[in-house]
């Protein structure tokens, strides 16, 4: 049973990536219809512009001070970079038709992976130890203290964001905005800058999952935004794409399954898969949410922008 | 093994290395200039050719083999060997195959058309497999001072050899390595299913299960996973003395931390690819106690090694990589077929180098009828301090029975 419940809280570890990464997707999606594929390599260079503060910095200030200048680092690179992407790349095409800027995604996508194996190189970045972690145990699941402080910390930015959409002024004219930018616009909402805000946040909280990555499995990779990526736009649809809410909770699913998947697949078809069948457990929740339930577990209004 | 374990070579040190490899140049085409004039006319030249990645990330490890090749032709002719009666001159004919397969076949090509009698190298396996097929159309012997990959010599060629342990002679090591030395009787088993990375965990299982081991998980996960919480989790349940893993230092750094995470006891173990200071920084302080072989002895460790090592500094002014002791023992064991055939022709020396039975720096050097390096070392090393430490030198053959019945025999005691 311990190692039933240790599943369980590395699913709702990875879930929690998952969901942080998976709000990115979901908050141009609702606003623009546009699958932003950038996302995942700006994740990525979150993580890279990271790790190379950890490294500059070294062990010259205390480790929490360093990890908090490479987490300030990171979201400044990655919000001036969303800004970017969005006035360069998407904005020039809000009025054209539906493929052109997905597919410009997908070139924004490979030109940011290959500027970052060109600046880090396409070697594997490690980090520096910076906090000594501490060992939870609980009734036999072990956990670290940073995959304490990284679950908690991500509960805590979901629920601020929740509360932010919910009540602010600029939260109010995102969901405006969401609902018709015609009429928002008419009714003296700035949706361009609704719009580059929303990329802006939506970057500033994939840098902090890049940081998170980097702090889970102490590691950076010019590639590692692209499978993350994916899995994010799994979770955004399994939630139900648009749907803040069901990011989070599509996130957290999506790690459940894919731990459960790995932890077990191989015990119930007796060998037949292994446990490197995880990532085709993930997609096959892609492909199944997109057959039965377009619109995903919340998602009921955006079935149409599907 | 080589390009797995120097892909993690920044790209700065890269740049540094190209820069000083071009620095390196001078002295062959010095040699070569000079040549000529101090010798008569009726002196006999024999062109060794050698081939390795002397630009790019990898150019320190091939500038290495280049380097022993170097000395080993310089040697030989400040011994002024004669060869069927005639005097002869060794000449050495460098090219760069920056492991690249491709770069690789317009060198060996390249090599054949300058008449080589005999070729060293390449240092990538991926770069010695395409290349070997050329030489072997045109008779000339090869031997690879460090291609590792079982197909290198699988081919079905007379003319390809090999001067270090392969890739299938490192599974069953550590296997008699785990069964007699740790005494590891429950075993869990991970790979990354690449070629490599499972054919090495395969041969690793076959020899546990034959020596009366339990394999209690067999897992997979891919060269390109960071995540293993799963996997190890349900090896947690299963409790086992030891784990291996066949794959390299990115997966096998993050999977010893998330070890330490979940509070897994068992050691761990696996081949030359993790065997890297990349895999130390990757898995920090969990790597302590973690083990992992590679093919050769520590250079400190070889017959020949400390003179070797001194020769060597004092005459390219820096230290041996890796692979130069290979380089140069190749180069001798051409000369000695060559002395023995009484010829230079490739055709003449290439049955007399199936027949070598020389003592080099790197050892006793004799082939298989494959043309592997009979009862090549491996060396398993363990993580202490923070550095590689050579723990023990096994030779894959039947030698490796007697000193682990003779360990069993002081437990006992």
Redo the contacts between chains.
């Keep these: 049973m311990?190692?039933f419940f240790?599943?369980i809280t590395?699913?709702l570890?990875?879930g929690s990536i998952y969901a942080l990464v998976a709000l990115g997707y979901t908050m141009v999606y609702g606003i623009l219809g546009l699958i932003n594929f950038a996302h995942g390599d700006i994740v990525m260079v979150g993580a890279l512009v990271a790790l190379s503060v950890m490294m500059a910095l070294g062990a010259s200030l205390p480790g929490v001070a360093v990890l908090l200048i490479a987490a300030g680092a990171a979201m400044v690179v990655c919000v001036v970079l969303g800004l970017f992407v969005e006035r360069a790349a998407y904005r020039p095409l809000r009025r054209a038709p539906r493929l052109a800027p997905l597919i410009t995604a997908i070139g924004v996508s490979i030109l940011i992976q290959y500027s970052a194996a060109l600046i880090w190189?396409?070697?594997?970045i490690?980090m520096p130890?910076l906090v000594k972690?501490a060992?939870i145990?609980i009734g036999g699941v072990?956990?670290?203290s940073t995959?304490a402080f990284i679950f908690v910390l991500a509960l805590s930015i979901m629920a601020a964001l929740l509360w932010f959409v919910k009540t602010s002024r600029m939260g109010r004219a995102m969901r405006a905005t969401e609902q018709n930018p015609d009429v928002a616009g008419l009714m003296g909402v700035d949706t361009t800058r609704v719009i580059a805000f929303t990329f802006a946040l939506g970057a500033a909280i994939g840098a902090i999952a890049g940081v998170m990555v980097v702090l889970y499995?102490?590691?950076g990779?010019y590639?590692?935004g692209f499978?993350l990526g994916l899995k994010a736009f799994t979770a955004a649809v399994l939630g139900g794409i648009g749907n803040i809410p069901g990011a989070m909770l599509g996130g957290m699913l999506l790690g459940l399954i894919?731990?459960?998947?790995?932890?077990?697949i191989?015990d119930i078809t007796g060998?037949l898969f292994?446990?490197?069948y995880?990532?085709v457990f993930a997609f096959l929740v892609l492909v199944l949410v997109l057959m039965l339930r377009p619109s995903g577990l919340m998602g009921v209004r955006s079935g149409d922008r599907a | 093994m080589n390009r797995r374990q120097l892909m993690h070579t920044a790209a700065a040190l890269a740049m540094a290395l190209a820069l000083s490899a071009c620095g390196d140049k001078a002295p062959p085409a010095a040699q070569k200039a000079e040549a000529p004039a101090a010798k008569a006319p009726e002196v006999q030249v024999v062109k060794i050719g050698v081939a390795s990645p002397t630009t790019g990330a990898q150019a320190h490890i091939g500038i290495d083999i280049r380097n022993g090749v170097q000395l080993a032709i310089e040697d030989a002719n400040k011994a002024g060997i004669t060869i069927g009666g005639k005097a002869v001159r060794f000449e050495m004919v460098a090219e760069d195959d920056e492991a690249n397969p491709t770069k690789a076949t317009t060198v060996a090509q390249k090599m054949v058309d300058s008449k080589i009698s005999a070729m060293v190298g390449h240092f990538n396996s991926g770069a010695s497999i395409p290349a070997s097929k050329i030489y072997a159309d045109a008779g000339i012997p090869q031997i690879s001072p460090a291609s590792t990959n079982p197909d290198y010599t699988l081919k079905g060629y007379k003319t390809t050899f090999r001067v270090v342990a392969h890739d299938g002679q490192q599974g069953p090591v550590l296997a008699r390595f785990a069964l007699n030395q740790l005494k590891a009787k429950t075993i869990a088993v991970i790979d990354d299913s690449t070629a490599y990375g499972q054919g090495l965990a395969d041969n690793f299982e076959a020899t546990i299960k034959a020596g009366g081991g339990k394999i209690v998980a067999r897992e997979h996960t891919t060269d390109k996973d960071t995540d293993f919480k799963a996997i190890l989790t349900k090896i947690r349940g299963r409790n086992p003395d030891l784990i291996m893993f066949g794959g390299i230092d990115p997966q096998a750094g993050p999977m010893v931390k998330q070890m330490a995470e979940l509070g897994i006891k068992a050691k761990f173990i696996g081949g030359d690819g993790m065997q890297t200071p990349n895999y130390i920084k990757l898995a920090g302080d969990a790597a302590e106690g973690t083990m992992a072989s590679i093919p050769g002895l520590p250079k400190e460790q070889m017959p020949g090694g400390a003179e070797f090592l001194a020769k060597f500094k004092a005459r390219f002014g820096k230290d041996v990589e890796l692979f130069a002791p290979m380089g140069y023992d190749a180069v001798m064991v051409f000369i000695e077929a060559m002395k023995r055939a009484g010829s230079w022709e490739p055709a003449k020396i290439l049955p007399e180098v199936g027949k070598t039975n020389f003592n080099g720096v790197i050892g006793p050097i004799a082939f298989d009828e494959k043309g592997d390096l009979r009862n090549g070392p491996i060396t398993i090393y363990v993580v202490k301090g923070g550095k590689w430490e050579p723990l023990e030198t096994v030779t894959p053959g039947a030698a490796q029975a007697a000193p682990a019945a003779n360990a069993a025999d002081v437990a006992k005691k």
């Design positions: 311990d190692i240790q599943q590395n699913g570890l990875l190189g396409k070697q594997y490690s130890e972690p060992k145990v072990q956990i670290t995959q499995y102490g590691q990779h590639f590692m499978m894919e731990s459960l998947a790995a932890g077990y191989g060998g292994g446990s490197n995880r990532d």
